[in-house]
């Protein structure tokens, strides 16, 4: 995403084999808050928040507890929104309001009060300049038929791609299908359009005949 002029937060990657005078470097070197998670994770599991060196160690433990490769990034504040990207196309942003730190796991699925906003209020140029983020990011990671991407929208009308999701979630409360919905595309039709896109791809490789028969 960096080579292709996406913005996204400055951050470095360290293993548990650094230790922890190397982490507190890091996290000093990107100035704090910083967010540390694990790399291969998802629904926020083993993510933190910290604002100063007291509780870095401990984060750091816990990030390592479900990766050996952890990531440690410069928290980027302003408003947390969601592109997701069906079939080559944005479709409306999703705004997520917590009173939580950060979207973390209880936000996500346990707090009955963090408010999921569909087609937020933004000026026409600042829509464009989210969902051209999200998708230049599905495009520069090679996705294909969907993703969701989540990026922080800063104050000073920057649109900062935190992660793209390959796999986002389809439950009762995830964002793409409420995304979807509010486009005028029902559950099924969703998960019809996620198949007949994936389809379409396969057609593309070798031995897709022979795999149908």
């Known amino acids: 995403m ?40 998802g629904s926020s599991i083993g993510v933190s928040l910290h604002r100063d060196a007291s509780t870095l160690e401990a984060g750091m433990r816990e990030a390592f507890r479900y990766d050996g490769t952890i990531l440690i990034e410069k928290f980027i504040p302003g408003r947390e929104v969601t592109v997701s990207i069906l079939d080559g196309r944005p479709l409306p942003i999703m705004e997520l309001r917590s009173s939580r730190d950060f979207f973390d796991f209880s936000a996500k699925y346990e707090d009955p009060d963090t408010l999921y906003l569909v087609d937020p209020p933004f000026s026409a140029l600042d829509r464009s300049r989210i969902q051209e983020s999200a998708l230049e990011s599905h ?9 969701r991407v989540d990026i922080i929208f ?40 996620i198949v007949e896109t994936a389809l379409r791809r396969r057609r593309g490789f070798p031995g897709f005949a022979a795999a149908m028969l």
Do not use: M
């Open 154 to 193: 800063t104050p000073n009308h920057e649109a900062v791609v935190l992660e793209v999701n390959t796999i986002p979630g389809l439950t009762e409360r995830s964002l793409l299908p409420q995304a979807a919905q509010a486009a005028g595309i029902d559950f099924p039709t969703l998960c019809l359009r």
């Open 2 to 41: 960096e080579r292709a002029g996406i913005k996204t937060p400055t951050h470095a990657i360290l293993s548990h084999e650094d230790g922890k005078e190397e982490w507190g470097r890091w996290a000093h070197s990107l100035g704090y808050p910083v967010i540390v998670k694990p790399r291969a994770q």
């Open 139 to 147: 495009r520069t990671l090679e996705c294909s038929g969907f993703s």
